[in-house]
């Protein structure tokens, strides 16, 4: 058994090798550039820290600090990690695809565009929204919340930490038409597959919504939301690619079992 396992852990370990490699040259082009993308990042923080100071004269103080010797060191290499991981994603998706393209039909081999093209678009497309939708929303309500009694001073390294979990919850969540376009190529779902599932989808994304952003209704339901709506796209791609067709009994059968 092992034997023939063996040539697949041995593609398996090239394939994460290279995905690997891809991610530390990405990261270190990433980090001759981690002030840049360090103030994008702490944009949104910013931001919501000014409209809190003009809300009270006692949040006028507001600023993100680090509490360690090596804090900011510490936070550039997480912003370039992060950097690099979505620098490199499309060859990373690249790489999953060479693995498991072995076991595809010729046709389906063919497909190796739209689903890192289309990966990597979804992926971004998910981190924009969080980006720009999300935690506008999210960080004014944190902060502003509580401001008239306490003075806010934002750890970098929490905030890092939490920002890039955000992010990537977002990407991957996006990712889901195109995870339910390829399982219906693959002839693994159907449409009604998706809607049988629908109330457990939805419990599912609720409960990931409420383990991925902050703890405020406002912030879950913008993240919960968009995820509905893209299972139903989900459930739209999938019917154009694998529908359902229903058993139909054989009558010419079924007459003749009767007689």
Known sequence: MFEDLRPHLV????????????????????FTFHEVIL?????????????????????????????????????????SFFAGLLGALPFILYQVWLFIAPGLYSNEKKMILPFVIGGSVMFFIGVMFAYYVVTPFGFQFLITFGSFLYTPLINIEDYVGFFTK????FGIAFELP??????ALLGLVTDKTLIDFFRYAVLII?????????????TQLLMAAP???LYGISILIVRM??????????EEESETSTH
């Open 178 to 183: 195109v995870f339910a376009y390829f399982l």
């Open 227 to 229: 995820l509905v709506l």
């Open 11 to 30: 593609e398996l370990r090239k394939r994460l090798g290279l995905s690997v490699l891809s991610v530390f040259i990405a990261f270190i082009v990433a």
């Open 166 to 169: 955000i992010m990537m919850g």
């Open 206 to 218: 609720f409960v990931v919504a409420a383990l991925l952003t902050p703890p405020d209704v406002l």
């Open 39 to 79: 103030e994008w990042i702490t944009a949104p923080l910013n931001t919501a820290l000014a409209q809190v100071a003009e809300l009270s004269k006692k949040a006028a103080d507001g600023m993100v600090t680090t509490h360690q010797v090596g804090g900011a060191f510490f936070v550039a290499l997480k912003v």
């Open 241 to 250: 690619v694998n529908p359902y067709v229903e058993e139909k009994e054989d």
